[in-house]
């Protein structure tokens, strides 16, 4: 591997740990709750934060944060809400607030000419071309919630949970994209789901990292996109390790 290689897979590597310090305690509380799906309904809400902040050219990182963050929270106080009040149904609901963000992003995207190129963006991320001030204001936002996360999880209550998780996955989206994000949210968890504590949490982001590394490294050895080398990655690896956990347990 050369020297710019080298350059290029640091802070794409940089990019997805960070990602991972939050998604794998979140993801282990999303299996839990069993609502698999929640961060393709909140990424994809963000996401049309994103697309609507850039239609209104808001070009600064912290503003087009500031309309993913708003949608991205406001879809969540929803969940909260439907949660509390329909808990039986949250699984379709979240389906449903999937399916709208989805196509409510199409709808503003239809009339853009770069559309199709600003809606793979979103889905499959350009982690490989993270730059520092990305990773700066990335971490701003993804180390202090996911400390709050593992100090004071249990104590946020159903509203803290939602919360945070949109914070998490706001910032997330921008990072790596959609796919990316749940692939680094519900493949680690899954995978170490029967080991209890913060054992599973450290083996979550062993996985996850040797994922992103082994992803990162066969995008540039075949010149194929990172993305979905990432998540095939992490699938891979998720597969072996769980297998094993089975065997063992």
């Given at each position: 591997?050369s020297?710019?290689?080298?350059?290029?897979?640091?802070?794409?590597?940089?990019?997805?740990?960070?990602?991972?310090?939050?998604?794998?305690?979140?993801?282990?509380?999303?299996?839990?709750?069993?609502?698999?799906?929640?961060?393709l309904?909140?990424?994809?809400?963000?996401?049309?934060?994103?697309?609507?902040?850039?239609?209104?050219?808001?070009?600064?990182?912290?503003?087009?944060?500031?309309f993913?963050?708003a949608?991205?929270?406001?879809?969540a106080?929803l969940?909260?809400?439907?949660?509390?009040?329909?808990?039986?149904?949250?699984?379709?609901?979240?389906g449903?607030?999937?399916?709208?963000?989805?196509?409510?992003?199409?709808?503003?995207?239809?009339?853009?000419?770069?559309?199709?190129?600003?809606l793979?963006?979103?889905?499959?991320g350009?982690?490989?071309?993270?730059?520092?001030?990305?990773?700066?204001?990335?971490?701003?936002?993804?180390?202090p919630?996911?400390?709050?996360?593992?100090?004071?999880?249990?104590?946020?209550?159903?509203?803290?949970?939602?919360?945070?998780?949109?914070?998490?996955?706001t910032?997330?989206?921008?990072?790596?994209?959609?796919?990316?994000?749940?692939?680094?949210?519900?493949?680690?968890a899954?995978?170490?789901?029967?080991?209890?504590?913060?054992?599973?949490?450290?083996?979550?982001?062993?996985?996850?990292?040797?994922?992103?590394?082994?992803?990162l490294?066969?995008?540039?050895?075949?010149?194929?996109?990172?993305?979905?080398?990432?998540?095939?990655?992490?699938?891979?690896?998720?597969?072996?390790?769980?297998w094993?956990?089975e065997?063992?347990?």
């Open positions: 591997m020297g710019s290689d080298l350059d290029i897979i640091l802070p794409a590597l940089v990019a997805g740990i960070l990602v991972l310090f939050t998604h794998v305690p979140l993801g282990r509380e999303v299996v839990r709750r069993g609502i698999i799906f929640i961060d309904a909140i990424a994809q809400i963000a996401g049309v934060g994103v697309i609507a902040a850039r239609m209104l050219d808001f070009e600064s990182a912290w503003a087009v944060q500031l993913a963050a949608a991205a929270l406001g879809g106080l969940l909260a809400l439907t949660d509390r009040k329909m808990g039986q149904l949250q699984e379709p609901l979240i449903v607030l999937f399916v709208l963000a989805a196509t409510g992003g199409l709808l503003l995207l239809a009339q853009d000419p770069h559309g199709g190129d600003a793979k963006e979103m889905l499959a350009q982690i490989l071309w993270v730059d520092t001030e990305q990773l700066i204001w990335s971490a701003g936002v993804l180390v919630c996911g400390l709050l996360w593992l100090a004071l999880g249990r104590h946020l209550g159903n509203a803290g949970f939602y919360v945070v998780f949109a914070l998490v996955i910032t997330s989206v921008q990072l790596v994209g959609v796919y990316l994000v749940f692939a680094s949210l519900v493949i680690p899954l995978a170490v789901r029967k080991w209890e504590g913060r054992g599973g949490i450290i083996g979550g982001w062993a996985l996850g990292a040797c994922g992103y590394l082994a992803g490294y066969c995008s540039l050895y075949w010149d194929l996109p990172a993305a979905p080398l990432i998540v095939w990655g992490l699938a891979g690896l998720g597969l072996v390790f769980g094993r956990m065997r063992e347990g």
